[in-house]
Every structure is written in structure tokens, then in C-alpha cells.
């Protein structure tokens, strides 16, 4: 088990490269998570690695170790009824605002893909009823590793079982071996990015959805206000920031409004009303 003094520190730099808050209560598992990582990157223990981390200058040993730790808890369609007003309420109310004009969703820390990759679904499904949704997804997260399988769109049968209705698996999947591969059509439709939430998301434009759920209770006090703050930046005035089941708004936010987790600027919520 690591010491107090390298939690502590790597708790410090975590934190200070991805605005996210380690706990005590992940202390026991740090070693766990990292002990894999330290093998691979041919140090004899992870207290090796933490030393080697404070003296290498580019920083990589201590993103690789953040990247370690933060493991993302994701599943395909989760918060269903969300997804299922945005899909009959939110979204067409969009495209008739938008004319012939793209709509634009941000999946803003997309973990493995299920988010992005489920909203694709659904569009998908628009098509097949008839409907012609022009809508571009993009979708970013901090860890490389977890874009990378995003990308490859490969997941375990466990992964699937959770939250993906059998008759999408079987549409809109492949066996690939013990792994199912999600179909070229729905991994084309999501262009995946890296991007750091405590940094500010001026290129990647502005949205009508920003997709936020379950991410902000990763935060401390401060930096919750400011990724929401951020986030709201990267939203178009008449635009939707959606944030997961039981989540409320963090400390601090102003001139919004949250109902069953769809956050509106005010003005934009007296409109829609």
C-alpha cells in the first residue's frame, strides 16, 4: 500500500493535472490500479514509479499514472429517461430551430464511448423510422488509453449486457471473437478528441448539447464550478447541457436553470417554458 506521503503527492499532482479529487477512501486501491503500469513501465514497485514521476521533467510518468486512476464508470444508455427526452423532445425541438444547419453534441468526458456511441445509436434509429437527424458528435476525454479503445469500439460481453437492449446489440454489433465490435456506420458518426475539462474548449466550437453527466461529482468545490462554467462557454444560447440522474447543479452557477437534469441559461428556460 503506498505511504500517506505518496498519496498525498500523488493525490497533489493528479489534481493538478486533471482538476480531479482523489480521496482517502482510494487510497487502499491506488496500488492495485497502478501496480500493473509500474510492471509494464519496468519499475520494480509503484513507490519506484512515484519516485521516478518527481524527477522526470515531461510530466509523463505522472500521466500515465493519473490515467491509471481515474477509471470512469460508463455504460451504454445510462440515465435512459434522459436519453429518451433528448431523443423526442430535446433534439427535434434543435433541429427545428436549426433549419439545415448541423445540430452539435459534445460528449465531454466520454470514457470507453458508451455515451457517444449510445447517442449514435439513437440517432440511427431516427434514420431507420424515416427520419433524417444532421447531427455531428463530438466526444473527448482526458485519457488516451480509454480513447484509444473508444476508437476501436470493441467491448466485452460484460460491457454490453450493460444498459444496451439486445435488439440494438444485435443491429448495430458484431461477434469479434469474445469481444463485439460496434458497427463502421455508428463508429464513424463520432469523432473523438482529446480534451483536458480544466482547460478551456474554445476550438472545439460551440453546441447545442454538451453531454456532462456523472462527471462533475469527480471535482472538488472549485473546479466543479469552474468545468461547469467552461462547459456553459462552449454552449449556444438556445443550447442544452445535460448532467445525470439525482446530479445538481455545483455551487456557485448562475443565471441557470436545472429540471430533471436538462440546465438551460435562464433566458433560454423562460423561452422554452
Given at each position: 500500500?503506498?505511504?500517506?506521503?505518496?498519496?498525498?503527492?500523488?493525490?497533489?499532482?493528479?489534481?493538478?493535472?486533471?482538476?480531479?479529487?482523489?480521496t482517502r477512501e482510494m487510497a487502499a486501491a491506488a496500488e492495485t490500479r497502478l501496480a500493473p503500469l509500474a510492471r509494464r513501465e519496468g519499475f520494480s514497485s509503484v513507490s519506484e514509479?512515484?519516485?521516478?514521476?518527481?524527477?522526470?521533467?515531461?510530466?509523463?510518468?505522472?500521466?500515465?499514472?493519473?490515467?491509471?486512476?481515474?477509471?470512469?464508470?460508463?455504460?451504454?444508455?445510462?440515465?435512459?429517461?434522459?436519453?429518451?427526452?433528448?431523443?423526442?423532445?430535446?433534439?427535434?425541438?434543435?433541429?427545428?430551430?436549426?433549419?439545415?444547419?448541423?445540430?452539435?453534441?459534445?460528449?465531454?468526458?466520454?470514457?470507453?464511448?458508451?455515451?457517444?456511441?449510445?447517442?449514435?445509436?439513437?440517432?440511427?434509429?431516427?434514420?431507420?423510422?424515416?427520419?433524417?437527424?444532421?447531427?455531428?458528435?463530438?466526444?473527448?476525454?482526458?485519457?488516451?488509453?480509454?480513447?484509444?479503445?473508444?476508437?476501436?469500439?470493441?467491448?466485452?460481453?460484460?460491457?454490453?449486457?450493460?444498459?444496451?437492449?439486445?435488439?440494438?446489440?444485435?443491429?448495430?454489433?458484431?461477434?469479434?471473437?469474445?469481444?463485439?465490435?460496434?458497427?463502421?456506420?455508428?463508429?464513424?458518426?463520432?469523432?473523438?478528441?482529446?480534451?483536458?475539462?480544466?482547460?478551456?474548449?474554445?476550438?472545439?466550437?460551440?453546441?447545442?448539447?454538451?453531454?456532462?453527466?456523472?462527471?462533475?461529482?469527480?471535482?472538488?468545490?472549485?473546479?466543479?464550478?469552474?468545468?461547469?462554467?467552461?462547459?456553459?462557454?462552449?454552449?449556444?444560447?438556445?443550447?442544452?447541457?445535460?448532467?445525470?440522474?439525482?446530479?445538481?447543479?455545483?455551487?456557485?452557477?448562475?443565471?441557470?436553470?436545472?429540471?430533471?437534469?436538462?440546465?438551460?441559461?435562464?433566458?433560454?428556460?423562460?423561452?422554452?417554458?
Amino acid at each position: 500500500m503506498l505511504s500517506e506521503a505518496e498519496f498525498v503527492l500523488t493525490a497533489r499532482e493528479v489534481k493538478a493535472r486533471t482538476g480531479a479529487l482523489l480521496t482517502r477512501e482510494m487510497a487502499a486501491a491506488a496500488e492495485t490500479r497502478l501496480a500493473p503500469l509500474a510492471r509494464r513501465e519496468g519499475f520494480s514497485s509503484v513507490s519506484e514509479m512515484i519516485s521516478a514521476a518527481r524527477t522526470r521533467p515531461d510530466g509523463r510518468t505522472w500521466a500515465q499514472i493519473a490515467d491509471a486512476l481515474l477509471q470512469s464508470e460508463t455504460r451504454f444508455f445510462r440515465d435512459r429517461a434522459l436519453h429518451q427526452r433528448f431523443i423526442t423532445d430535446l433534439l427535434p425541438q434543435a433541429i427545428a430551430r436549426r433549419g439545415h444547419e448541423r445540430v452539435r453534441v459534445w460528449s465531454a468526458a466520454c470514457a470507453s464511448g458508451q455515451e457517444p456511441y449510445s447517442i449514435a445509436i439513437a440517432l440511427e434509429d431516427m434514420r431507420a423510422e424515416g427520419k433524417t437527424p444532421a447531427c455531428e458528435i463530438i466526444a473527448t476525454d482526458i485519457s488516451e488509453r480509454l480513447l484509444e479503445k473508444a476508437r476501436a469500439g470493441l467491448y466485452t460481453q460484460f460491457e454490453v449486457q450493460r444498459g444496451l437492449p439486445i435488439r440494438k446489440l444485435i443491429a448495430y454489433f458484431e461477434k469479434a471473437g469474445d469481444l463485439w465490435r460496434i458497427s463502421d456506420r455508428i463508429r464513424a458518426s463520432v469523432r473523438f478528441d482529446s480534451h483536458n475539462l480544466m482547460k478551456h474548449p474554445g476550438a472545439l466550437g460551440q453546441f447545442d448539447f454538451i453531454f456532462l453527466c456523472h462527471t462533475l461529482p469527480g471535482f472538488d468545490v472549485d473546479a466543479r464550478l469552474a468545468v461547469f462554467n467552461r462547459a456553459l462557454d462552449a454552449l449556444s444560447p438556445e443550447g442544452v447541457l445535460l448532467l445525470g440522474e439525482g446530479e445538481t447543479l455545483p455551487d456557485g452557477a448562475e443565471g441557470v436553470t436545472l429540471e430533471h437534469g436538462v440546465v438551460r441559461r435562464a433566458k433560454a428556460a423562460r423561452a422554452a417554458a
